[in-house]
């Protein structure tokens, strides 16, 4: 049997001992917080576990019977931190300080899941190996770029920003 067939035979089972995983890490925070009586981060929890659900229905109606991966789950944690941290610059606008801290506690408990977030010299480092590998020239090559620093770094670091300065790069 050769090497990649039984490649393909175990990645589905590691695919989801990981996204079990981090799921699991996910209830059992959820459980202990419950006990702790920590009600920001039980409402955060549950919050993040809907969304991951509703990924997962989405999913299956792909055909995706397992549900969403580690990497989507990390996409889903990223986009909730990013619309909380919209939230917090709308509420410290609109002089409402009490509701932009309830936004930075939930801030606090989604990032306890995620991955430790590259700095801009990582980032810089990380868009320049990702143009080496790729051989991307122009702009044309961006989403190759792109897909190879979604692929390694998920959910550890800003793609919005990262993209800016790839698209900077490639067009210097």
Same mark, same amino acid.
């Given at each position: 049997? #050769?090497?990649?067939?039984?490649?393909?035979?175990?990645?589905?089972?590691?695919t989801a001992k990981l996204t079990q995983m981090l799921?699991?890490?996910? #209830? &059992? !925070?959820l459980k202990s917080s419950m006990k702790e009586k920590?009600?920001?981060? *039980?409402?955060?929890?549950?919050?993040?576990?809907?969304? *991951?659900? +509703?990924?997962?229905? =989405? $999913? %299956?109606?792909?055909?995706?019977?397992?549900?969403?991966? +580690? *990497? +989507?789950?990390?996409? *889903?944690?990223?986009?909730?931190? %990013?619309?909380?941290?919209?939230?917090?610059?709308?509420?410290?606008?609109?002089? %409402?300080?009490?509701?932009? =801290? #309830?936004?930075a506690e939930e801030i606090t408990v989604i990032e306890?899941?995620?991955?430790?977030?590259? +700095?801009?010299?990582?980032?810089? !480092?990380?868009?320049? !190996?990702?143009?080496?590998?790729? /051989?991307?020239?122009?702009?044309? &090559?961006? /989403?190759?770029?792109?897909?190879?620093? @979604?692929? %390694?770094?998920?959910?550890?670091?800003?793609?919005?920003? !990262?993209? $800016?300065?790839?698209? $900077? @790069?490639?067009?210097?």
């Amino acid at each position: 049997m #050769r090497r990649s067939a039984i490649w393909s035979n175990v990645r589905p089972f590691i695919t989801a001992k990981l996204t079990q995983m981090l799921r699991d890490r996910l #209830r &059992d !925070a959820l459980k202990s917080s419950m006990k702790e009586k920590k009600q920001v981060a *039980v409402s955060t929890l549950r919050l993040i576990l809907t969304a *991951v659900k +509703d990924r997962d229905i =989405a $999913a %299956r109606s792909k055909g995706n019977d397992d549900g969403i991966s +580690d *990497v +989507d789950i990390l996409q *889903v944690l990223q986009t909730m931190v %990013r619309q909380r941290h919209e939230s917090i610059a709308m509420y410290t606008q609109g002089n %409402r300080p009490e509701l932009a =801290a #309830r936004e930075a506690e939930e801030i606090t408990v989604i990032e306890g899941f995620m991955p430790r977030q590259l +700095d801009e010299a990582e980032i810089a !480092a990380a868009i320049a !190996a990702a143009i080496d590998e790729t /051989g991307a020239g122009s702009i044309k &090559d961006m /989403g190759k770029a792109m897909g190879v620093l @979604r692929e %390694r770094f998920a959910g550890q670091m800003d793609f919005g920003k !990262a993209s $800016a300065e790839l698209k $900077a @790069r490639l067009t210097a």
